[in-house]
């Protein structure tokens, strides 16, 4: 690990305005997957700011009946909460899902949204990585890419988004709130949050250096069935090969996202009018686009089985 200075900052905008100043900054909550980067030197921040001291740490109705959850609230607490599991079932069983239970007591909401992926060249620094070291190529694609993205891909980059929590937030149509450097505030749809790979792999969000997330804002409830199936080659400790975040209703509509597909959390609405026909009918469009390697051509009939099993786990 390289050398780095640090300071706690005293408010969302200071620390913006601080990590916004200095080339390199960068913020730190939990740490579990910042520090981890940083041991291997894959991150090399010149300098840290705290921000666990903001007081973003609560969990609060709104007034259009949904609630905003704090940048800074752990996974833990977020799934835990009686009104997300209540009213957000898909969101506390994604996030259960995931990690064990030490990361999720000690991992922050903006933090699982800002995590990097999980491609093995992403790792290993004596391999070419756009994603990495931008220019330097992708070792990726003509490598083992079992893990890794089926569609929304690029000649640059075909890594996934490792998360479950974002896939969840995805269906439910969330909102990342956040205060940049100048003390004013944003408003990202969950759905633009997250980018596409394109010519700029090395760029996962849409964040400015020296955004900061305040917190994630979910609508009012969606009522249906909220499930959340994640398939991956062992029970724990395992990032997605697919996961499927839906809300079905008792006709068979309603919404899916997937995960482990793509860059990002993967949702086409517009394909979901299809679900009350079928997951194969659904999938078809969902996955119409797709530009599988030969290791990960089964995730497409893989997501598409885990959709059904979805649909009949909620059949009455």
């Known amino acids: 690990m390289r050398s780095f200075t640090y300071e706690r900052a005293s408010t969302p ?32 921040p010149t300098h840290l700011v705290d921000v666990q001291d903001l007081k973003l740490d609560r969990i ?7 609630l905003r959850i704090g940048a800074l609230v752990s996974n833990t607490a977020l799934a835990s909460e009686e009104r997300v599991r209540r009213d957000y079932g898909v969101l506390s069983r994604a ?21 990097r992926t999980r491609c093995p060249y992403f790792y290993d620094t004596n391999q070419p990585c756009n994603k ?22 690029s000649e640059a980059c075909i890594a996934t988004y ?5 896939v969840a937030m995805r269906v439910l149509d969330a909102t990342v ?47 249906g069935t909220h499930v959340y199936r994640k398939v991956r080659d062992r029970a724990s400790y395992a990032f997605a090969l697919v996961s499927v975040a839906a809300i079905v209703q008792r006709d068979g509509s309603g919404r899916a996202a997937f995960g482990g597909v793509a860059h990002r959390p ?51």
């Open 177 to 223: 709130e956040t205060v940049r450097a100048d003390g004013k505030a944003r408003s990202i749809s969950i759905e633009s949050f997250h980018t596409l790979p394109g010519n700029a792999p090395e760029r996962d969000n849409v964040l400015d250096h020296g955004e900061l997330i305040t917190a994630v804002t979910l609508p009012r409830p969606v009522g």
């Open 162 to 166: 490792p998360g479950d929590m974002a």
């Open 95 to 115: 996030i259960v899902a995931g990690a064990s239970g030490q990361l999720r007591n000690k991992a922050t909401t903006a933090g699982n949204l800002l995590q």
């Open 13 to 44: 905008a200071d620390a913006a305005r601080i990590v916004a100043s200095i080339p390199g900054a960068r913020f730190l909550a939990g740490g579990t997957n910042l520090l981890d980067l940083m041991k291997l030197e894959i991150e090399t």
């Open 266 to 316: 993967w949702r086409v609405e517009a394909a979901e009018a299809a679900m009350s026909r079928g997951a194969v009918e659904m999938s078809r469009t969902v996955f119409a686009d797709a530009r599988p390697t030969a290791d990960n051509a089964f995730k497409i009939p893989l997501a598409t089985r885990t959709l059904a099993a979805v649909l009949a786990e909620v059949k009455p």
């Open 60 to 66: 609060e109705p709104t007034d259009a009946g949904g």
């Open 132 to 153: 990495r070291k931008p220019g330097s190529g992708c070792a990726a694609i003509d490598g083992y890419s079992r893990q890794l993205a089926v569609i929304g891909s």
